[in-house]
């Protein structure tokens, strides 16, 4: 049974950074195309990042994110990783992550709240 555990948000003033985390047990996301998607209120779940598989993969960015986050994996842990830098309130939203282009997708799990607000 595949499990994804989203943690690291929270609240933070314009311009802050955080770091998100996402550990994933029951599956080995190195070897999917993986990534973090987040849903803002009364949006559709939007994909933010992803990662190729295997050890040297390929990013890839949303525009709107593109200079600022930074996707990682720790393939020995099994551990998926979004470096949030200079966050602006249009990055409010709940950050999931999950399988990218790559069906079935796993169970989604409870996200993070990410919030940026002076």
């Known amino acids: 049974q595949v499990q994804l555990v989203e943690s690291g948000g929270g609240l933070v003033q314009p311009g802050g950074s955080l770091r998100l985390s996402c550990v994933a047990s029951?599956?080995?996301?190195?070897?999917?195309?993986t990534g973090w998607y987040r849903q803002a209120p009364g949006q559709q779940r939007e994909p933010v990042a992803d990662?190729?598989?295997?050890?040297?993969?390929?990013?890839n960015y949303a525009n709107s994110v593109k200079g600022r986050f930074t996707i990682s994996r720790d393939n020995a842990k099994n551990i998926m990783f979004l470096q949030m830098n200079n966050l602006q309130p249009e990055d409010t939203a709940v950050y999931y992550c999950?399988?990218?282009?790559?069906?079935?997708?796993?169970?989604w799990g409870q996200g993070t709240q990410v919030t940026v607000s002076s």
């Open positions: 999950n399988k990218v282009q790559s069906w079935p997708l796993y169970p």
């Open positions: 990662i190729r598989s295997g050890g040297g993969g390929a990013t």
């Open positions: 029951g599956s080995n996301i190195s070897l999917y195309r």
